[in-house]
């Protein structure tokens, strides 16, 4: 899972299809959605997977309304097509992340 900056995301949410996790190293719940979603990865190759530390990066927050650590945000072509905040599980996740590579690919 590659850590982007603000100005980094703008560009890499362009790409097809794009998974980024906004929290900060400080949330416990936080690194474990993000151990979590780095082992996963490996099973979406068609997938980027990336993530912003909210403290280094304000503006992101700001610019995708993310209020809340941990917020997960898929995007394809640059528009953002789902999100989950705070409470949820991962099943949900790589449940969303099957549909929609299946219906892509």
């Known amino acids: 899972m590659k850590e982007v900056s603000f100005n ?8 097809e299809l ?15 959605v993000k151990r979590k979603l780095e082992d996963i990865e490996e099973n979406y190759p068609q997938w980027k997977f990336l993530y912003v530390d909210m ?4 503006e992101a927050s ?17 528009k953002e097509l789902n999100r989950w ?15 929609l590579t299946e219906m892509l690919f």
């Open 55 to 58: 403290n280094k990066n304000p």
């Open 85 to 99: 905040a705070r409470n949820f599980g991962m099943n949900q996740i790589t449940d969303y992340l099957n549909r």
């Open 18 to 32: 794009v998974l980024v996790e906004f929290s900060t190293p400080t949330c416990g719940v936080c690194t474990t």
């Open 62 to 78: 700001g610019a995708f309304t993310v209020f809340t650590a941990p917020t997960i945000i898929i995007f394809h072509n640059g």
């Open 8 to 15: 980094e995301l703008q560009s890499e949410i362009e790409k």
